[in-house]
Structure formats: C-alpha cells, structure tokens
T-cell receptor, first 112, second 110 residues
C-alpha cells in the first residue's frame, strides 16, 4: 500500500512570496489533515478535511493560509504572503474510519 | 495550560536499557491515545494506539494509560540504537482531532 505523498520535500522562499504544497493521501482515506511542525515542537493541526468538506480549520491563519481538497482526494495548502515565522515542516496525514493517522514525509519550508 | 505536556529531553540511555517516556494532559475527555516515532527529517510513524485506560503491548513496546491521573507512558524494553528518534504522544476526545506533545528526543548509545 502506497503511503501519503507530499511535494515538494523542500522549499526556500523569501518573505512576502507565495508557496503551495501538495498532498496525495492513502487511497480510500476520507479524512485528510494538514499540520504545521515548528522545530522542537509537536505537530499543530491547521485544517482537517472529511472528503472535500472542511471539518476543522480553527487554527488556520486564514488571512494568509488557504487549503482545498477538490474531488475529495488530493489537497493543496497555500501560504500567501509568507512570513518568517512560517518556517516549519508542513505535514499531511490521512486516515480511514479507524481514525489512525498516517503521515507523509513533510515539506520543509524555509522563509528568508 | 497546554492540552498536552511532554518533557522534551533529550534522553540518552545505553543499549539494552528500559526507556520510559511520559505525557500528561489536562482534558479529561481524552480517550484516544497514540504514540508516534519520528526520525530526523521524516514524518511521524504510528507506534501504539490505545483507547481508554489500561495497558497495550506490542513487541518491545508497552503503552500505559492512567486516566485518573491524566498520565500516559510508553516503555521500550531492550532499547536499540535504531530506537533513537523523537517520540510524540497524541491524544483526542473524539478520535478525530488529535493534540500532540512537543516530543521527547531519545538517543540509545551502542
């Protein structure tokens, strides 16, 4: 079974630029999560999708972050414009009805 | 107060030692508890998933949940250098939104 795929793996941008991350969940997993993991901290949930609907986006900074999951499969997370404090690893995870979350390798973002 | 508290370490032990990793939490509604292992520059990997209180064993790993004390533990027996990683606890009230600890960095010295 293929795992959660994410791209790119690394991204370096300057502040005020835009960036987008892509996630392909495990086939058949209805729930998809985006997390932000700052160095030395645990993952923080940004947004949770159930199929193509948003379940929880209470911690998503909506003035600069957006996410979508068209057709209930792949998802993209966008930051526009980026700030220095957005430097982190962005993790995508997916789960089936069991609730067990499987994580992708993450995208490491550096904002200069 | 954070939802989940976890000592960041770092923790360094000799090969073969028993390792104890712990988390405390404040929300008494939490009933789903997970332990993840995260190697450097990799995504978290699920180790143990426990529902409600009690113990769960899987090979060299044992997870314990004490809901009365709001305290969970992960024990690693006969620790190996390959166990060197960051260990994250995570918990949820509903089985959906999980709150993560900050992670404990473990190094097992050969």
């Amino acid at each position: 079974e293929a795992g959660v795929a994410q791209s790119p793996r690394y991204k370096i941008i300057e502040k005020r630029q835009s960036v987008a991350f892509w996630c392909n969940p495990i086939s058949g997993h209805a729930t998809l999560y985006w997390y932000q993991q700052i160095l030395g901290q645990g993952p923080k949930l940004l947004i949770q999708f159930q199929n193509n609907g948003v379940v929880d986006d209470s911690q998503l900074p909506k003035d600069r972050f957006s996410a979508e999951r068209l057709k209930g499969v792949d998802s993209t997370l966008k930051i526009q414009p980026a700030k220095l404090e957005d430097s982190a690893v962005y993790l995508c995870a997916s789960s089936s009805t069991s609730g067990t979350q499987y994580f992708g390798p993450g995208t490491r973002l550096t904002v200069l | 107060q954070k939802e989940v508290e976890q000592d960041p370490g770092p923790l360094s032990v000799p090969e073969g030692a028993i390792v104890s990793l712990n988390c405390t939490y404040s929300n008494s509604a939490f009933q789903y508890f997970m332990w993840y292992r995260q190697y450097s520059r990799k995504g978290p990997e699920l180790l143990m998933y426990t529902y409600s209180s009690g113990n769960k064993e899987d090979g060299r790993f044992t997870a314990q949940v004490d809901k009365s004390s709001k305290y969970i533990s992960l024990f690693i027996r006969d620790s190996q250098p390959s166990d060197s990683a960051t260990y994250l606890c995570a918990m949820s009230a509903t089985g959906n939104q999980f709150y993560f600890g900050t992670g404990t960095s473990l190094t097992v010295i050969p």
